[in-house]
Structures are given as C-alpha cells and as structure tokens.
C-alpha cells in the first residue's frame, strides 16, 4: 500500500511540473508582450519631434550606430520615425478593436436575448458583413468619411465585429438555458438585470480575447489602406505612409526605408497574436484551473 | 391556497408520453411525496409544477388562476444538483441574496456558516451549496416549494438538520411542499401523503390523489 502511494506520487510530480511551466510560459509571453508594446508608445513619447525634422546634411544614410534605420531622402531619422508610426498604428488599432469589440458584445447579446426578429436581422448583416472583404469594405468607408484617423478608425471597427458576434451570440444562447439564469428568472430579475449580472461576466474573457487578437487586424488594416492611399494623411508619422513613401526610393538601392519599418510592424502584429492565442488559452474553461 | 395540476400531458420531442392526464392538488401546509422509477418523468413534472417547463396538455393553476409569468414566483423549486443552479462567476453572498435577504438566524438554523458567505462556489462541497439553494427559495413570497431530490447527495445527519429546519418553517409560514424523492424512509418520514409517478399507472388516466 505504502509503496502503491510512492509510486502514485512519483507519477504525479513530473506531470504538476509541466504544468506549472506551461501556465507560467503563458503568462511571461503576455507580460513579455504587453511590456514591448508599453517600451514602443513610451519611446515614441519620449523621442523628441527633432529626429524627423528635415536634416539635409544627413540624409539618404544607410543604417549606422547613430541611425539604426538609416535616414531618408530629407533626412529623417528612420528609427524615430518607424517607433512614432508604430505608436500610432498601436493607439488607432487598440481605438478600432476596443469599439469593435463592444459592438460585438451589444449586438450578440442583443441577438441572443432580444427575440426572433432581432436575431434575425443581426444574423443577416452578420452574413452580410462577413461576405464583404474587409479590405473592400475598409476602402468603401474610409473613402466615405474622408481619410484621416476618423475613417479608419470606423472602418475597422465596422467590418470586425462580425466573427466576435457569432460567438458571443452562440455562448449568450447557451448560458441563456442554464439553470442558474433560469433560476434567476424565477427570482422576478428582469432580461437586462439578468443580462448584466449573469451573463456578462461569463463573456469577458471572451471580449478581452477577442480585443487583442482583432488587434493585430486593425493594425494591419490601418496600414493598408494609410499604404492605398486612403487612410491616414501622409503627414503624420504612420507605418503605412512610410512604407508607401519608401516604395519610390526602393528602386535607387534605399532598401533600409521599407526594410526596418515593415519588419517592425510585422514583429508588433505577432507579438499581438501570440498575447492573445496565449490570453485565450489562460481563458479556456479547461485548462482554467490548472 | 392550492396548486394544482389538470389533466397535464407531457413528453419530449416525439418521445413518448412522460404522463397524460395527470392531475395533482397541493395544499397548503400540506407536504406531499413524489415517487417513482429513475426516468419515469419526476424531474419533469416538478419543472412544471415550478414553471420552468410548459406543460402540453391541461393546466397548471396557482389558487385558481394560471402561474404568474413575471415577478418573484410563489412556486420555487429546488434542483437536484446544485452546482448547476447557482452562478460559478459570483460569491456565495449575491447568490444567496439574490431573491430576498435571509437573516442570520435562518442561515443558522440551515447551518450555513458566516464564512462560507464570502467564497465562491467551487469552493464549498455539494450539500453546503444545497442549503444556499434551500435558503434561496424560501423567501417570504414563497408558496409552494418543490424539493426535487433536494437532500439526495447528503449524508442521513445532515439530511435530517436540513428536512427539520424546512419543516419548522413550513409550519411558521404555512407552505406547501412537494418531496420529489426515491429514499423511502425520507418520504416516509417527512411526508402526510404520498403519490407515485408511475408510468404504467399514467397511461391508463390515472388520477392519484
Ligand atoms: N431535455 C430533454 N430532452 C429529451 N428528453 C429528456 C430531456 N430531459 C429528460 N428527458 C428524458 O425524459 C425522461 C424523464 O426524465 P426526468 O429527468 O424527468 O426523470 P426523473 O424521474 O427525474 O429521473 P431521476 O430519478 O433519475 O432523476 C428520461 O427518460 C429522460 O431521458
Ligand atoms: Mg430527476
């Protein structure tokens, strides 16, 4: 018996060892994460505007120890203006996910509680919206509103919550059938007060999933269509106007101008999406209490 | 006051029958046992009986009239699990609270301890969350109680502290109870009558009173 027990505890140790580690992998990923996007939006309020003035006895450098970057044609120091843009990109996609997010949240549970037609109706534009390319819808609407932070900002947030809308409507309807909101029915609580109290709390994991991983998408998006031309004005210090810009100089050998910027975006958009796969399984209901 | 159930009919989908013409007439005051097979409906009729299910044929009627719709219902019923009925996500505290607000003296003849009030559910066993969920329902409002399987996981000591705290208060208050259990000795013990939900019975129109 005794040695039955030994042998049981033996087993068990390596096992609660992994996953300890896992769960404390999960959370040094996130921190790690949210601890270089906070480094970018400070840098880029701590950098003073001098950098990306014009300075022409500087420009056209290739990367160096004083301009990691390199410069460009007007003498700009690259590396100033690439943690600037990325802080914008940064600021505009959490505006973009955060509205996004709420709209999914209203419009799902609006859906799952409302009644038939309600739900009817919030399924079709869902449908309707995910038929769309977001790219196409993005350039509809930014167009519409004229460019600027503005027109992105409600583009992005119009053609993503869709998805978020699904599922949340789907978790509304199954949490709607649980004992305990039926139970609270009984109590004589009424659909908003049940609304707020029981069912939101069940759906905030999902809104802060759902918040960093569309993340990634707004700011992907930002840049494309700031890069179309129908975005941002291309006098302020965004990724997609300085990617577009470097276009005319990558055929003189400049290849530094879109090189470091777009690699950048592109080390911010991962790190995004592995905060938020990790934020999802932290969330996930069985592995929650591991 | 009385509640009562007319000529009721129910099954699931194109199941068959669960019962058909089932009829049932609590009293005030009055506790009734339920009996009956493992599957043969009695969760089923207790969710209808509550309200929580709407019966296909005939009638339920709370002192005359059909069941209320909105506010605190008179009719409250206990579930057989516990941990289905209360909300993982909040403190033992707002789920008690959520009907009415118990006073201490009624926690302690439940035997709820002050300080299981500030933990969360998964942090209490499953007998322990039961008497939240008695406590719960016995509001002031409350009429009627139907117990479905209410003491079925506890051990005979508690089950016993339990029942005769429910009692002494279904005297005080005059309340109707309906015992859904399979424990002979409890129903038995606690019950002025008894009736069976017997599946058998119900085909042939059974009216048991
Ligand atoms: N939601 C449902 N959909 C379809 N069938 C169901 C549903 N709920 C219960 N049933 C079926 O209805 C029958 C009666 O179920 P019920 O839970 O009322 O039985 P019970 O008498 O309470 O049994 P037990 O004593 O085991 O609690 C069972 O055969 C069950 O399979
Ligand atoms: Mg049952």
Redesign the pocket.
């Known amino acids: 018996m005794n040695q039955l027990n030994h042998a049981l505890s033996l087993e068990e140790k390596p096992r609660k060892i992994i996953r300890f580690n896992r769960r404390q992998s999960t959370l040094i990923t996130i921190l790690s994460g949210l601890a270089l996007l906070t480094a970018i939006i400070a840098a880029s309020f701590l950098m003073s505007d001098e950098a990306i003035k014009t300075h022409f006895e500087a420009r056209n450098l290739s990367p160096s120890w004083q301009h990691f970057f390199g410069t460009d044609w007007l003498g700009r120091d690259m590396f100033t203006r690439t943690v600037k843009g990325l802080s914008l990109s940064i600021g505009i996609g959490l505006l973009a996910s955060t509205v996004s997010v709420i709209v999914a949240l209203i419009l799902g549970m609006a859906a799952a509680t409302l009644g038939k037609t309600v739900d009817t109706l919030i399924s079709w534009l869902v449908d309707v919206f995910m038929g769309l390319p977001h790219l196409v819808a993005l350039i509809l609407i930014a167009f519409a509103l004229g460019s600027g932070a503005k027109g992105v900002i409600i583009g992005v947030a119009c053609t993503h919550w869709p998805n978020l809308t699904r599922i949340i409507r789907a978790e509304v309807l199954q949490l709607r059938t649980s004992q305990f909101v039926q139970v609270s029915r009984h109590m004589g609580k009424s659909r908003i007060w049940i609304a707020v109290q029981h069912l939101l709390p069940h759906l905030l994991p999902q809104f802060f999933v759902g918040l960093v991983l569309l993340f990634p998408h707004a700011i992907l998006h930002e840049a494309s269509i700031t890069f179309l031309g129908f975005g941002l004005s291309p006098h302020q210090p965004a990724i997609g106007v300085i990617l577009s810009e470097s276009m005319n100089y990558l055929s003189v050998g400049m290849w530094w101008l879109a090189f470091f910027p777009g690699l950048s975006l592109l080390v911010v958009v991962r790190v995004f999406d592995m905060v938020g796969d990790n934020l999802r399984l932290m969330f996930d209901p069985h592995s929650a209490h591991e | 006051m009385q509640l009562e159930a007319k000529n009721i009919g129910f099954r699931?989908?194109q199941?068959p029958w669960?019962f058909r013409n089932f009829s049932l007439t609590l009293n005030s005051g009055e506790i009734l046992g339920l009996k009956?097979?493992?599957?043969?409906?009695?969760?089923?009729?207790?969710?209808i009986l509550a309200g929580y299910e709407k019966t296909l044929e005939g009638r339920i009627e709370l002192g005359g009239a059909p069941l209320p719709k909105v506010g605190y219902r008179a009719v409250q019923l206990v579930f057989?699990h516990p941990e289905k009925s209360v909300n993982p996500r909040w403190h033992m505290r707002d789920i008690l609270q959520e009907g009415w607000q118990p006073d201490d003296e009624l926690l302690a003849r439940f035997g709820i301890q002050q300080d299981w009030l500030s933990r969360w559910p998964n942090e209490l066993s499953g007998g322990e969350l039961q008497r939240f969920c008695v406590v719960r329902a016995l509001s002031p409002e409350t009429k009627f109680l139907i117990a479905?399987?209410m003491t079925a996981m506890l051990d005979a000591i508690t089950q016993a502290q339990i029942w005769q705290a429910i009692l002494e208060l279904a005297k005080e208050r005059d309340l109707g109870i309906l015992v859904?259990s399979?424990e002979k000795e409890l129903v038995k013990r606690v019950c002025d009558r008894v009736i069976e939900?017997d599946s058998v019975h119900l085909e042939r129109n059974s009216f048991i009173s």
Request: net charge neutral; proline share 0%; glycine share 14%.
């Open positions: 699931y989908h199941n669960l009956g097979q493992s599957g043969c409906g009695k969760t089923t009729l207790a969710r057989q479905d399987e859904v399979h939900l």
